[in-house]
Nanobody, 123 residues
């Protein structure tokens, strides 16, 4: 049984920063990859950033390059998303996801999902 719990969302002004966390539970769980997706009201869920657990290789959408950083802590089974230089268009519900065998950019690549944490960026 695997559970993902996100935290760290909030309200910030444009140009500010937030750090999201996603803790995974499960005695025998070992992710192949973990990722962050986001969804704004009335819009489709979109890929933000991902990390392959073995080796720590990352993938990301162009709009967050140079602003967001994904990282992991093996001991804590936690993935982080450091978000800097936030823009109003980053406003969304951010979801953490984990995969048992894929490292991809679509929601169907992932097997487990967190409940989401809200990020709101004001102008």
């Amino acid at each position: 049984q695997v559970q993902l719990v996100e935290s760290g969302g909030g309200l910030v002004q444009a140009g500010g920063s937030l750090r999201l966390s996603c803790a995974a539970s499960g005695r025998t769980f070992s992710p192949y990859a973990m990722a962050w997706f986001r969804q704004a009201p009335g819009k489709a869920r979109e890929f933000v950033m991902s990390i392959k657990w073995s080796g720590g290789y990352t993938s990301y959408r162009d709009s967050v390059k140079g602003r967001f950083t994904i990282s992991r802590d093996n001991a804590k089974k936690t993935v982080y998303l450091q978000m800097n230089s936030l823009k109003p268009e980053d406003t969304a519900l951010y979801y953490c996801a984990a995969s048992e065998g894929r490292w991809g950019t679509t929601w169907t690549d992932y097997d487990y999902w967190g409940q989401g944490t809200q990020v709101t960026v004001s102008s």
